[in-house]
């Protein structure tokens, strides 16, 4: 019986978007890499489709190069982050590490009425996660759908707290790069800060070179609770203004 039903949503959802069967190998992929994969998360990879948000091999179950040495991360690796974060309809929500928007284009599909705010260091990559998202939407044929999709890109360093994103508070905050010791505290204080009562904070720490623990902490009463630490992630870093200047300099040389 509920085989039937699953059936029967994927067949209404086809009325909606274009379902491929390599995105649907994508996605059992996922389901099998993440086991009690909720059907709203397995859903969300259906509709958000990574055709729009990367050229080469969409489909693929891996990290990918993007630019500037950032990557997106595995689709299994995404689902795993959402799954932690417990994200329902209503929640506003701060990304770190907008990329190529697909990420928080997953989230805002799962959080809608909620908002999805996502920070990127890169212009470049912010103004091409914009076009990406706008793809998606276009794609869309439905207006229902299409209103799901309401995102805030902001660009600049997100442990500034002269940046805008620190003049709101959230229910959820997680990072799509990795945290170095070096940055650890300053990002605790957003947590402390920015969260709502009962917020949750993830992401992923770098400790030996790119790998570290996927961590989730929760606000309550004032103090940051630890609540889950998983092993064997790999991120790219962390960066902060300084970085993204040294990073320039470097393009610019090999220019």
Same mark, same amino acid.
């Given at each position: 019986?509920?085989?039937?039903?699953? +059936? *029967?949503?994927?067949?209404?959802? *086809?009325?909606?978007?274009?379902?491929?069967?390599? &995105?649907?190998?994508?996605?059992?992929?996922?389901?099998?890499?993440?086991?009690?994969? %909720? +059907?709203?998360?397995?859903?969300?990879?259906?509709?958000?489709?990574?055709?729009?948000? !990367?050229?080469?091999? =969409?489909?693929?179950? +891996?990290?990918?190069?993007?630019?500037?040495?950032?990557?997106?991360?595995? =689709?299994?690796? /995404?689902?795993?982050?959402?799954?932690?974060?417990?994200?329902?309809?209503?929640?506003?929500? &701060?990304?770190?590490?907008?990329?190529?928007?697909?990420?928080?284009?997953?989230?805002?599909? &799962?959080?809608? %009425?909620?908002?999805?705010?996502?920070?990127?260091?890169?212009?470049?990559?912010?103004?091409?996660?914009?076009?990406?998202?706008?793809?998606? /939407?276009?794609?869309?044929?439905?207006? +229902?759908?299409?209103?799901?999709?309401?995102?805030?890109?902001?660009?600049?360093?997100?442990?500034?707290?002269?940046?805008?994103?620190?003049? #709101?508070?959230?229910?959820?905050?997680?990072?799509?790069?990795?945290?170095?010791?070096?940055?650890?505290?300053?990002? #605790?204080?957003?947590?402390?800060?920015?969260?709502?009562?009962?917020?949750?904070?993830?992401? %992923?720490?770098?400790?030996?070179?790119?790998?570290?623990?996927?961590? &989730?902490?929760?606000?309550?009463?004032?103090?940051?609770?630890?609540?889950?630490?998983?092993?064997?992630?790999?991120? !790219? =870093?962390?960066?902060?203004?300084?970085?993204?200047?040294?990073?320039?300099?470097?393009?610019?040389?090999?220019?």
């Amino acid at each position: 019986m509920k085989k039937k039903l699953k +059936e *029967k949503k994927k067949r209404k959802l *086809k009325k909606f978007v274009n379902l491929s069967s390599e &995105l649907e190998l994508m996605v059992k992929s996922i389901k099998i890499n993440n086991p009690g994969l %909720p +059907e709203k998360i397995e859903q969300a990879f259906r509709i958000v489709d990574r055709k729009f948000f !990367v050229k080469h091999s =969409p489909y693929s179950d +891996e990290a990918l190069h993007v630019a500037f040495g950032q990557t997106i991360s595995q =689709p299994t690796t /995404i689902a795993r982050m959402l799954m932690y974060l417990d994200l329902f309809p209503g929640l506003d929500v &701060l990304e770190v590490g907008t990329n190529t928007g697909y990420h928080a284009a997953l989230v805002s599909w &799962l959080v809608y %009425p909620g908002t999805v705010t996502t920070i990127e260091i890169f212009p470049e990559l912010a103004e091409n996660a914009e076009r990406n998202i706008n793809k998606l /939407i276009k794609h869309l044929k439905s207006k +229902e759908l299409k209103e799901r999709f309401k995102i805030q890109i902001v660009v600049g360093d997100a442990l500034d707290e002269n940046n805008q994103i620190w003049f #709101k508070k959230y229910d959820r905050i997680y990072f799509t790069a990795g945290v170095s010791k070096e940055n650890l505290e300053k990002v #605790k204080e957003m947590g402390k800060t920015l969260l709502k009562e009962n917020g949750l904070l993830l992401f %992923p720490s770098r400790e030996f070179f790119d790998f570290g623990n996927l961590q &989730l902490w929760k606000f309550k009463n004032g103090k940051l609770q630890l609540v889950l630490r998983e092993k064997g992630y790999a991120f !790219v =870093p962390l960066l902060r203004q300084k970085d993204l200047e040294e990073i320039y300099k470097v393009v610019k040389r090999k220019k």
